[in-house]
């Protein structure tokens, strides 16, 4: 990853990121201003963000369901980032946009990438015996059922008849 060329998908997707980047940083500093000229407005916000923060907390994944990736960004420094397994890598689970803790860019997008491994270990499996599946009665034991259903069949008939 450290002899990692840019290419042209690379600099077109770099584009992209910061004009988005823009976009969104435009937005937000609209919705301050608006925000700060509606309290009501500001305290309804900061309510939705406490209801988000918490419903985030509530999803916390065990470490063994988090993939470390090793992760090369636009700016050509290394970091490391982390995704949920299910994921098949990095930019998929929503990490195409870092800023960098080394040279400080925001909006960077990830060039090239490899797995480190999970978080943690999985749990050593602890299945339950599954219940043995249920015995097929023998063909006396059908016969006897099928007789003793007769009987009662009969028996009802009888009831309805008189």
């Known amino acids: 990853m450290e002899e990692y060329a840019l290419t042209r998908r690379d600099h077109s997707r770099q584009k992209q990121s910061e004009e988005s980047c823009e976009r969104v940083r435009r937005q937000v500093d609209e919705d301050v201003a608006k925000c700060r000229a509606d309290p009501a407005r500001a ?6 963000f406490e209801n988000v923060a918490k419903l985030m907390q509530s999803f916390k994944k065990q470490d063994h369901e988090i993939m470390r990736w090793r992760v090369r ?7 490391e980032t982390e995704a949920h397994y299910t994921y098949t890598d990095p930019i998929d689970a929503g990490g195409y946009s870092k800023r960098c803790p080394e040279c400080g860019k925001d909006g960077l997008t990830i060039v090239a990438f490899e797995p480190i491994g999970l978080r943690g270990e ?11 599946p249920p015995k097929k009665p023998t063909r006396a034991e059908l016969e006897r059922r099928v007789k003793a259903l007769e009987e009662e069949n ?5 009831e309805l008849s008189g």
């Open 122 to 132: 999985p749990p050593e499996p602890t299945e339950p015996t599954p219940p043995p």
């Open 154 to 158: 009969e028996h009802l008939r009888a």
């Open 73 to 79: 960004l636009y700016c050509g420094h290394i970091i």
């Open 43 to 48: 305290e309804r916000r900061r309510q939705a």
